[in-house]
């Protein structure tokens, strides 16, 4: 997002994100063409950057400072604010650490940041080898009406990471589907073969040798 025209590289230590932006984005600009930097551009570059995405995480903000206002703007628009404490002696960190006091998430770690943007999104940044499943508690716990991932971490007594890696993988499996509102639920295939496929998910089998009780 840029404070200038979309055809001037501003700050030039950008240039090679402007560069690259016709093959891997876009160059998105409130100004007209040619536009050099003008002071009263960045704030209304600010709200736009804002809005664009539902979360917005701050890694360091000093209290006069665009990202400090950007942060305002995302919290006026009703934004998920995440924010990275800093040193009470450090100038850059005084902005951000003034919204965590005012109620910003703190971002403590980098688990935290992966469990707030997998909640935010639905996605994962990577899914742990060896994670178990309750898989067959997790598609009962969806036939009864959709859930969010959180609601079902708590019910499972999982951990969300752990959750939301088992929705990935049904849902790339087209067995369940996530909402618009961010809840999920089983597909209607899913739901009409559940009694099948419960059975087939679970981790221990009725009897070691089951295979002739038909």
């Given at each position: 997002m840029a404070g200038t025209g979309a055809d001037v590289t501003y700050p030039?230590?950008?240039?090679?994100?402007?560069?690259?932006?016709?093959?891997?984005?876009?160059?998105?600009?409130?100004?007209?063409?040619?536009?050099?930097?003008?002071?009263?551009?960045?704030?209304?570059?600010?709200?736009?950057i804002a809005a664009l995405s539902q979360s917005l995480i701050i890694c360091e903000a000093g209290l006069r400072s665009g990202t400090f206002s950007t942060a305002v703007a995302a919290d006026d628009l009703g934004r998920d604010l995440y924010v990275v404490p800093g040193s009470i002696f450090s100038p850059e960190s005084m902005g951000a650490n003034r919204l965590i006091a005012d109620g910003a998430c703190v971002i403590a770690s980098e688990m935290d940041l992966e469990q707030r943007i997998a909640?935010?999104?639905?996605?994962?940044?990577?899914?742990?080898?060896?994670?178990?499943?309750?898989?067959?508690?997790?598609?009962?716990?969806?036939?009864?009406?959709?859930?969010?991932?959180?609601?079902?971490?708590?019910?499972?007594?999982q951990g969300i990471v752990q959750v939301l890696g088992a929705l990935a993988d049904y849902e790339s499996?087209?067995?369940?589907?996530?909402?618009?509102?961010?809840?999920?639920?089983?597909?209607?295939?899913?739901?009409?073969?559940?009694?099948?496929?419960?059975?087939?998910?679970d981790a221990e089998p009725a009897n070691a040798g089951g295979e002739g009780g038909r």
């Open positions: 030039q230590s950008s240039r090679d994100i402007f560069l690259e932006a016709p093959d891997q984005g876009a160059v998105v600009s409130l100004e007209p063409w040619g536009q050099a930097p003008r002071r009263y551009a960045f704030p209304k570059r600010n709200r736009v909640l935010d999104y639905g996605v994962l940044r990577m899914v742990r080898e060896g994670a178990r499943r309750s898989e067959g508690r997790l598609l009962a716990a969806l036939v009864s009406e959709p859930t969010r991932p959180d609601d079902l971490a708590r019910y499972l007594q499996r087209g067995v369940v589907r996530r909402l618009p509102d961010g809840r999920f639920s089983l597909t209607e295939t899913a739901y009409l073969a559940h009694g099948t496929m419960g059975a087939s998910h």
